[in-house]
T-cell receptor, first 117, second 113 residues
């Protein structure tokens, strides 16, 4: 079974500092995508960033970047210059691949990110 | 562009009652999903559909039913509500063409008392 593990239930960072959220996953696939979703108090699930496994370059979206280590099956999210609006639950997600493709995403349990002003 | 629309946003049910959570998308996505999110947990897949007339079970399908008569709509039915079904329910869709990213609705908070 494909699993996604987020080992940090909660993280706290000072405003304007940098924080890294960890994620590891288990897979036998060689080509796949990985995702980070943000869930603010509004409850809406928002896609933050995605990574294609066959690409060597780590994905970047403005202040958000990933450290993708394929051999270690690690996919961490780095948030630079943290802002109060970054406070949210962050979920790492991996596709549930079966013989004919993926049947949805499997999610980690999430990391609650607190931004200290 | 409305995206994925879920109704209602909140609902309280009594044990044994039934209800249907509505989900519609206007992006012409073939793939649609229902997830539930329990407090402090990630999302777990209940049912999914790869197109009109085709549905399949996810990780936690017991106590739920779905149908997919059109590309746009994917309702989730609870027949005999139980306290264990108290959760936030999310509907999502995807194109399934390039990658597997999901577009989510805003969720339904359901309490069964």
């Amino acid at each position: 079974a494909q699993t996604v593990t987020q080992s940090q239930p909660e993280m706290s960072v000072q405003e304007a500092e940098t924080v890294t959220l960890s994620c590891t996953y288990d897979t036998s696939e060689s080509d796949y995508y990985l995702f980070w979703y943000k869930q603010p108090p509004s409850r809406q699930m928002i896609l933050v960033i995605r990574q294609e496994a066959y690409k060597q370059q780590n994905a970047t979206e403005n202040r958000f970047s990933v450290n993708f280590q394929k051999a270690a099956k690690s996919f961490s999210l780095k948030i630079s210059d943290s802002q109060l609006g970054d406070a949210a639950m962050y979920f790492c997600a991996y596709p549930m691949y079966s013989g004919g493709g993926a049947d949805g995403l499997t999610f980690g349990k999430g990391t609650h990110l607190i931004i200290q002003p | 562009n409305a995206g994925v629309t879920q109704t209602p946003k909140f609902r309280i049910l009594k044990i044994g009652q039934s209800m249907t959570l509505q989900c519609t998308q206007d992006m012409n996505h073939n793939y649609m999903y229902w997830y539930r999110q329990d407090p402090g947990m990630g999302l777990k897949l209940i049912y999914y559909s790869v197109g009109a007339g085709i549905t399949d079970k996810g990780e936690v399908p017991n106590g739920y039913n779905v149908s997919r008569s059109t590309t746009e709509d994917f309702p989730l039915r609870l027949e005999l509500a139980a306290p264990s079904q108290t959760s936030v329910y999310f509907c999502a869709s995807s194109t399934h063409e390039e990658d597997e990213k999901l577009f989510f609705g805003s969720g339904t908070q359901l309490s069964v008392l």
